[in-house]
């Protein structure tokens, strides 16, 4: 599998998030939402700075995200507590190889 690209959000107002499936290997989906008509979701975000993002963490059919080793560490643990199905996690919702604010 090849590594997952972004493609960019629809506006401002749109975020990404993660759709959980409940499983011991964390394989998760990642969707495009508007805020206004998001589903309930939970947040995780946590300093990661100097942690590289050289491991792949395995999403469902849409290639391989790269990820720190502490979130590789975290995502099975998540995905198999996360009570609404949804996770914003900044690292990877937010594209962090985009410099450019507001158009993740």
Known sequence: MVDYVYTPLEGPTHI??????QSDNADIQIL???LNEAPLYECV?????????????????QG?????????????????R????????DQICINQ?????GQQ
Do not use: F, N
């Open 97 to 101: 190889d985009d410099g450019v604010p």
């Open 82 to 89: 996360c009570q609404t199905g949804y996770l914003w996690i």
């Open 64 to 80: 391989y995200l790269r990820v720190t080793s502490s979130l590789m560490e975290a995502l099975p643990y998540l995905t198999t």
């Open 32 to 34: 495009h939402s508007s």
């Open 45 to 61: 975000s946590y300093a990661w700075k100097g942690d590289d993002r050289s491991l792949r963490a395995p999403t469902q059919s």
């Open 16 to 21: 990404r998030l993660i759709k959980v499936h």
